[in-house]
């Protein structure tokens, strides 16, 4: 493990945490998506500063950083670009979008139509741009960021599963006490400490960290857990919907960017038990009355269904 590219996650969450008060959790899952080459679904009601997260992780990283305000007149060509032609050639160009970044802020994704977000689907799942015949490849790292507000309804289009399986991880601002409210306004009070943030890691770096991630030991016995969890979510009684094969490699995947975050050469249990609610939470549909209460289940899952000892790792 490179002690070089070790420090890569420090940088970024120290970086952040210059401009994000009380959000250390938020922070560390966002950088763990970032390292496990997944996508982010920042859910909050506004004002809660899902937008500062996602600029502030952008401004971290040295690459190239576009943001799209979503709105219902949006069309897919504003996000992965276009043909025009050219008289004096007499022949038509691809002119690439916004997509083609290293990070791609979809600022409030579910105001935009469901044909626009569909766009995003290739991009976010195959990393690559299909137009006219031809292939766009998308270079590394290529992450989404993505904002939407769960409350406000009034000319949204709910994100559809198709899409809603793409992203690693769906998070939640946490709610700042007393005292981080007090170190906000003082860290605010004369200009906002965004315009002075740096990037603190070299795009390479970034992509070798995500690469030596994939490194990182799963045991047998970690696959059986994570298998016997999804077996656990699958109850017909209770789910419409359960977790798919994607969504247990994506927790694998996710497992090993915490571990490697943390240090560690190898997943263990409670790495799982820490992301088996921000990667599942999204990906499950109950049914009746039993709707909304997602993170409810996964967590008495948790509770049944047994983890493997030291001894068996």
Not at 6 to 14: I, P, S
Not at 161 to 172: G, K, N, P
Not at 276 to 291: A, K, M, T, Y
């Amino acid at each position: 493990m490179s002690e070089q590219l070790q420090g890569v996650a420090g940088r970024l969450l120290d970086n952040m945490s210059r401009v994000m008060i009380g959000q250390k959790k938020t922070m560390a899952y966002v950088v763990c998506c970032v390292l496990a080459g997944g996508h982010i679904l920042l859910e909050d009601v506004p004002g809660t500063g899902k937008t500062t997260m996602a600029r502030s992780l952008a401004q971290s990283l040295k690459g190239d950083f576009r943001r799209i305000q979503f709105t219902p007149d949006l069309l897919p060509a504003d996000i992965t670009g276009m043909r025009i032609f050219h008289p004096s050639g007499e022949r038509f160009e691809f002119v690439k979008g916004p997509v083609f970044t290293s990070v791609l802020l979809a600022d409030e994704i579910n105001r935009a139509t469901p044909r626009t977000q569909s766009a995003l689907l290739e991009c976010m799942e195959e990393k690559q741009v299909s137009e006219g015949g031809k292939t766009w490849k998308l270079e590394d790292p290529f992450l989404v960021i993505a904002t939407q507000n769960p409350i406000e309804t009034q000319g949204t289009f709910l994100l559809p599963e198709a899409q809603l399986d793409r992203f690693l991880m769906r998070l939640e601002m946490e709610k700042p006490g007393r005292e981080d409210m007090v170190a906000m306004m003082e860290r605010f009070r004369m200009d906002s400490p965004m315009a002075e943030l740096e990037a603190v890691a070299e795009k390479e770096d970034v992509v070798n960290a995500m690469q030596e991630t994939r490194t990182v030991t799963v045991s047998g016995d970690i696959m059986d857990y994570m298998a016997r969890l999804r077996e656990a979510a699958q109850n017909p009684d209770l789910v419409r919907l359960g977790p798919s094969p994607r969504a247990v490699l994506a927790l694998m995947h996710a497992c090993q960017a915490w571990a490697w975050m943390h240090g560690r050469q190898y997943v263990v249990p409670d790495d799982v038990k820490e992301l088996l609610l921000p990667v599942w939470n999204h990906r499950i549909l109950l049914r009746g009355l039993s709707e909304g209460k997602t993170a409810e289940m996964l967590e008495k899952i948790l509770e049944d269904v047994s983890a493997p000892t030291e001894e068996r790792l």
